[in-house]
């Protein structure tokens, strides 16, 4: 057996499971979206009717859908730098020498990303109640008005980014957490020799030997942002007047709570260009950064 | 459609595949076996799905009819609300329907489009307990589809006003509202204070469609027979017409004139404590709330509410037709048992004992006959407004038509839109979602209820 062959075969129960698993059911759902595919066609094919790009062209004139994919932007360009700063900061608090009690803090910071979405959105729920909540308690401390967190559309999305930041910054903390500790001490101690404050030392030192983990978790974050769902399925059910509906809830509304999988499926491939574009974006810059970096 | 496909029956099967170490555990294997082979054989099992809290209750009638019928074995499955109609859609998609289920009876439309359900009115008629001049008539209406019947009402849901009879008296009113007028004239007299002391009128959450369509189905809507929400054999949205938008004026009115508070039913998150501190007078709900307020607030209080029929724009008001439904399976091979179960669910002593069980409100005339209901004023309201209940339009559409009213609704409440703008959009958005529905119906699609 030569070589060639030899490998595909290792590779092939690998294949088949993604060929099966994944890239059929894709092109099943690329397929669908050509399609009006809904509860009278379950019922009876013959209600299945080809419509080619009708479904793409109708999404790009809902307003629905451009106010959904806004509020998506909103929540990845407002949520990812903030859970990336809550990231960096509590994972250089952690790494710091001066810091005691690392493994406890290290475990509770930790702990939102393993609790479960619905238990907590009931108790933030009840900690942004416009009326009894604590949180408008203790701005009413401060002489502020109550504010109605979750059921005023402007307030509502901020408050779910706040939600998702907290449950989720723990997670890139410990990534980053190792590439901080990957650092070797002696850059640090070289630096002090010199005379370096602290400051310089963080953009100098710390940032450029990050910066392969920081943009790999920018990647993971943004993608996972892109994909808002439990949150506002959670907290606001979309609401108030739709002002945390996402992309994401869009077609769960069209696809399992009214049943036009066509229509979804569509949702779902326009989500799918939109994260391609901006990941790869993401990922050239960060490349066009590397080679900067290396030429002076 | 294809004939009838057979479902593999799913017993529970031991399958011991390593070998047995020890005898007694083969032994034991043994004594199983025999177990579910026996129970299989002579037993034949009806499976009954349910959705939300009737599951529990259900399961207390259950043995009973066991009793009655030692050849079935009822396997009862309680599916939550929020995920039992997917569950439905899916086992419809993947063959695994039960044999029957409760519906809820909006649902009842889409689920006959699929082509799911078994039609029942051969066996009402023959059938010597289940007697269709005994239910209330427009509650029974909205189980056909096409003039066929396809679920037998299980119990009755609509929607009234709870008040509070000493806030209403200590204003001057003696009787609760009999018109839209003098409900605004309470509405106006509740509703004082300022800020956190506010005290509102009512409590209508802005999320929450049942309200609104309460009082849009007491409209009238035009000459044309049939003519409803929806126009020309449902083929169109009718929000542009006068009926509508006068019950979304007198709706949206309420909130501008700070009667009830523009907040969703999450943000009201204990709205009968609030209710019983008199923050809200008048509560739009239906009667599962009767048992609610009888458990959470204190017995002191207990006289201190009542509840009243629907006022209309000018006098009794009509509401709408909710409830639940049983319904038979198409695929199911054990019909007649099911059919058997629904009969022993809709006689009158056992929706009593339902009604005791849970609360929820037979659908029978002869069953509101009994002591429990007979003399409880509370429960006696609702039994006045069943007479007075009108159907949603019975399309599979209609669920995403009254959601994106709703939505409508509330940009109004938020200030976004007016009322003509409201209804121009929702006709705009309710006629792309019937157009599958004209292209069938053009079509002559027999599948279209």
Not at chain 1, 235 to 246: D, K, N, V
Not at chain 1, 256 to 277: D, Q
Not at chain 2, 38 to 52: E, K, M
Not at chain 2, 132 to 137: E, H, L, V
């Amino acid at each position: 057996m030569n070589p060639p062959r030899a490998a595909w075969l290792f590779l092939m129960p690998a294949l088949l499971v993604l060929g099966l698993f994944f890239v059929l059911p894709v092109l099943a759902a690329l397929l669908l979206s050509f399609t009006d595919y809904d509860l009278y066609a379950l019922a009876d094919p013959r209600n299945l009717r080809f419509v080619a790009l009708d479904n793409y062209w109708g999404l790009l004139q809902r307003p629905l859908f451009w106010s959904a994919l806004g509020h998506t932007c909103y929540f990845v360009a407002v949520g990812v730098p903030l859970s990336m700063a809550a990231s960096l900061g509590t994972a250089l608090l952690l790494n710091s020498p001066l810091a005691r009690g690392q493994a406890f803090f290290r475990t509770a910071l930790f702990a939102p990303v393993v609790t479960t979405v619905v238990a907590v959105a009931l108790i933030w729920r009840y900690l942004f109640n416009t009326k009894y909540g604590l949180v408008n308690e203790a701005l009413a401390g401060f002489g502020i008005h109550p504010v109605d967190w979750l059921g005023d559309p402007h307030w509502a999305m901020p408050t779910i980014i706040l939600f998702a930041v907290w449950k989720n910054f723990g997670y890139n903390m410990i990534i980053l957490l190792a590439g901080l500790q990957a650092i070797p001490p002696e850059l640090y101690e070289a630096a002090r020799i010199d005379g370096a404050s602290a400051l310089r030392q963080f953009r100098h030192i710390t940032l450029p030997m990050l910066r392969p983990t920081l943009l790999m978790v920018s990647i993971l974050s943004v993608s996972g942002y892109f994909q808002l769902f439990a949150e506002p399925y959670v907290m606001t059910e979309g609401g108030p007047l739709q002002s945390t509906e996402s992309v994401l809830y869009l077609m769960y509304d069209e696809g399992f709570k009214w049943w036009n999988l066509g229509s979804a499926s569509a949702v779902a491939f326009l989500l799918f260009v939109v994260m391609f574009a901006v990941t790869a974006l993401m990922l050239r810059l960060g490349r066009r950064g590397d080679a900067a970096e290396v030429q002076p | 459609m294809s004939a009838v496909r057979g479902r593999a029956p799913r017993r529970v099967e031991f399958r011991p595949v390593r070998r047995l170490r020890h005898a007694w555990l083969a032994l034991a294997s043994c004594i199983l076996l025999a177990a579910c082979g026996q129970a299989a054989d002579t037993r034949q099992p009806l499976d009954f799905w349910t959705i939300g809290r009737e599951g529990e209750a259900v399961a207390k009638l259950i043995p009973e009819f066991e009793k009655l019928h030692p050849d079935i074995q009822v396997r009862l499955q309680q599916l939550p609300l929020t995920a039992a109609h997917q569950k439905l859609l899916t086992a419809y998609a993947g063959d695994s329907t039960p044999d029957l289920s409760q519906l809820g009876n909006t649902w009842i439309p889409e689920l006959v489009a699929l082509h799911a359900l078994a039609p029942l009115d051969q066996r009402v008629r023959q059938s010597r307990t289940i007697d269709p001049s005994d239910y209330f008539a427009n509650i029974w209406a909205t189980n056909q589809v096409g003039g066929q019947l396809y679920g037998i009402p299980w119990y009755v849901d609509t929607r009234l006003l709870f008040y509070r009879k000493d806030l209403l008296q200590a204003a001057g009113f003696d009787a609760p509202p009999r018109d839209w007028q003098e409900w605004s004239r309470m509405l106006a007299a509740l509703s004082t204070g300022e800020g956190r002391e506010r005290r509102y009128g009512i409590l209508l959450p802005t999320n929450e469609f049942e309200q609104l369509l309460a009082l849009a189905l007491q409209q009238d809507y035009g000459p044309k027979p049939g003519d409803g929400l929806l126009r020309d054999g449902n083929r169109y949205g009718n929000f542009e017409s006068a009926g509508f938008k006068r019950a979304l004026s007198f709706y949206v009115e309420i909130f501008r004139r700070h009667q009830a508070p523009a907040i969703t039913n999450g943000e009201a998150s204990n709205p009968w404590n609030e209710f019983g501190r008199g923050v809200y007078a008048f509560y739009l709900s239906g009667p599962w709330n009767i048992g609610e307020f009888r458990t959470r607030l204190p017995a002191a209080q207990q006289d201190a509410w009542a509840t009243a029929p629907l006022p209309g724009p000018d006098g009794p008001g009509a509401s709408s037709a909710g409830g639940s439904s049983l319904v038979i399976f198409r695929r199911s091979r054990h019909q007649q048992a099911a059919w058997q179960l629904i009969e022993y669910l809709s006689q009158p002593a056992v929706q009593q004992r339902f009604y005791q069980l849970l609360g929820d409100m037979p659908p029978r005339r002869s069953s509101w006959a009994g002591e429990a209901l007979r003399n409880d004023a509370k429960a006696q309201a609702f039994r006045d407004q069943l007479e007075r209940v009108r159907p949603t339009p019975p399309i599979p559409e209609w669920e995403r038509i009254v959601n994106e009213m709703q939505l409508q609704a509330a940009r109004v409440i938020a200030g976004e839109v007016s009322v003509d703008q409201a209804t121009a959009e929702l006709d705009r958005r309710v006629d792309a979602m019937l157009a599958k529905r004209r292209w069938m119906l053009d079509r002559g699609g027999s599948a279209v209820p």
